[in-house]
């Protein structure tokens, strides 16, 4: 299969597979003009010269707001910051934005603009990706966003009705990756299981958060922390959610914590049933 580049790859509301970035460009304040590319992981915005994108500013404290890429938007985390991040008039510690969307930190203004760059579809000789097989279009699209997330660590979340494939695309992202040689740990969140066990377990290696459209709240809980945790650095594995139903739907319904989704949701695949590509049934 072709070199991917690394990176969060997702689709276009036009269905095409994209590599994210999104550029943040001070437009107001003594650092107007100021920029960079937020691509892979996260990007300080702050006084220090340590910040990723320094902004000279008396009312920006030195470590002020961190951006983070995320399949549907960017995730903003205020830093605990003197004069606070706001978007509009509200001051938030925590939110998610579209890619195109402005913020304020202290009295300088944040531009942020979607900048993603198409990714061809796998060449039509590139017809499985572990265990995956399939010809068409639109299997070669899917190839491309999972031979991606191998070459990431960031978590994923595989959607898609039963017997799409979404526990093999899980497995063949984790034999492509660099935790291939780590433990393979799936967690049945469908029945009544230890997460700090299966997190212990799948140090290393991946860690399959299974039937997500069925957790507790109190697993729901235990994720969030867990996903805390290896965001901080805390735990070595690489989380792979997966689901039978839409959970951005699930979140706007009020039946799934958003915080949970948009820490799984750094890499987002929909697996198409076998009636979306006639092309694939033998």
Do not use: C
Not at 51 to 76: C, K, M, N, W
Request: no cysteine.
């Amino acid at each position: 299969m072709s070199q991917v580049r690394t990176g969060l790859l997702t689709t276009s509301a036009g269905g095409e597979v994209v590599l994210r970035r999104v550029m943040v460009r001070v437009v107001s304040g003594p650092s107007r003009g100021s920029e960079a590319l937020l691509e892979e992981g996260t990007l300080v915005l702050g006084s220090h010269p340590d910040a990723d994108l320094l902004i000279q500013d008396p009312t920006v404290s030195r470590f002020h707001a961190e951006l983070g890429l995320l399949a549907d938007g960017i995730r903003v985390r205020d830093l605990g910051s003197t004069n606070g991040t706001f978007v509009g008039e509200s001051r938030i510690e925590v939110a998610v934005l579209p890619p195109a969307s402005e913020l304020r930190v202290g009295k300088s203004r944040i531009e942020l603009t979607p900048a993603d760059v198409p990714v061809p579809d796998a060449p039509p000789e590139a017809t499985r990706f572990g265990t995956l097989v399939g010809e068409s279009a639109v299997m070669r699209r899917v190839f491309g966003l999972l031979e991606g997330a191998a070459a990431s660590d960031v978590p994923l979340l595989l959607e898609g009705e039963a017997g799409t494939g979404k526990s093999e695309a899980a497995e063949s992202v984790h034999r492509a990756s660099a935790r291939a040689g780590g433990p393979f740990v799936v967690l049945d969140l469908s029945v009544a299981s230890d997460v700090d066990a299966h997190v212990a377990r799948a140090q290393g290696g991946t860690l399959v958060l299974d039937r997500l459209e069925r957790l507790s709240a109190p697993q729901a809980a235990a994720l969030v922390a867990m996903l805390d945790r290896r965001e901080r650095g805390e735990l070595d594995l690489r989380a792979i959610g997966t689901s039978r139903l839409d959970l951005r739907q699930r979140v706007e319904e009020g039946a799934m914590r958003r915080d949970l989704y948009f820490h799984l949701a750094a890499v987002r695949v929909v697996m198409p049933p076998l009636r979306e590509r006639r092309e694939d049934v033998p």
